[in-house]
């Protein structure tokens, strides 16, 4: 009679144990059935190994047991490939590094069609750079990057096709060439702009010279503008005061004729023998000879010739 109540406690105590061992199951069972997929994900289903399709989003509930569930984001997706070491087609070693975005857009297919997309996908993006690499010369990696980040994303593309996935857009970020290549471009740059230098002052130099002969001919134009103008009006002037010196001339002939019409010529016989008388009181040695000693000379010739004329024609 003593022992069986703690018999009887001892079984409630183990029901009590089962029911929970049976909820927290159940539980565990319902935790897994029922999935929440935000808006941005599915989830695709598998049910005894075989896809049923992709479910959601919002609130999808699986067959405990026979159903599994593989998410899949299908927002656009960025991925870093580190530094990987391509030969160019002139045998040039550089180290390339790229990111590549990218966005899944079957589901089912992304999880079917491979395994581990991720590390595919980068192991094809570092064959498909060393591809593209190898058949580019340097200067045309260094100098076409968007040509080469079309090239990747092209041939990326084809592969990443049949797995659902679209290759979005793919960016080389940096190109390290080899130590003495670098050199070779820093020099060459160096020459380069001290090229452009030197071509940028011979081109100063040479407007420097034009604007000088320029303002040179303008001066001499100006000069010479100057020295016709000043040519000219002295020319005008001289003609204005010769002008002048012709009219005042005229003015005094004049002046002097109509006086000399007034005057007496006794008055004109006295001033001609006091004009004699001066000229002969002078030192000078001068021979004068009055008008009318000329006079008689012209007389005398003329008789001396009519003699001889008369003279010969009796000759004859």
Known sequence: MLYTPVFANSAALGGLCLLGTLAVFGLIILASAIR????????????????????GPGLVILIPFLDRGVRVDLREQVRE????????????AIAVDFIWYYKVLDAEQSVIQVGNFEAAAQGMATTTLRAVIG??????????????????????????????????????????????????????????????????????????????????????ILRAEGEKQAAILKAEGEKQSQLLR???????????????QTVDPKTMTLQYFDTLKAMGTSPATKFIFPMEFTGLLDDFLRLRQSGEAQDRSSEE
């Not at 929440?36 to 479910?55: A, D, N, T």
């Not at 012709?246 to 000399?260: M, Q, T």
Request: glycine share 6%; with cysteine; charged share 30%.
């Open 246 to 260: 012709a009219e005042g001339f005229a003015a005094a002939l004049k002046r002097i004729y109509s006086v000399a």
């Open 36 to 55: 929440i997929v935000p808006e941005y994900q599915r989830l695709v289903v598998f049910r005894l190994g075989r896809c049923i399709g992709s479910k």
């Open 81 to 92: 490939i580190p530094h990987q070491t391509c030969i160019t087609k002139d045998n040039a």
């Open 135 to 220: 058949g580019i010369l340097l200067d045309d990696v260094l100098s076409e990057r968007e040509h080469i980040n079309n090239m990747l994303r092209a041939r990326l593309d084809e592969v990443t096709e049949r797995w659902g996935v679209k290759v979005t857009n793919v960016e080389i970020r940096e190109i390290v060439p080899p130590k003495k290549i670098q050199e070779a471009m820093d020099r060459q740059m160096s020459a380069e702009r001290e090229r452009r230098a030197v071509v940028t002052e011979s081109q100063g130099k040479r407007e420097a010279a034009i604007n000088v002969a320029e303002g040179e001919k303008q001066a001499a």
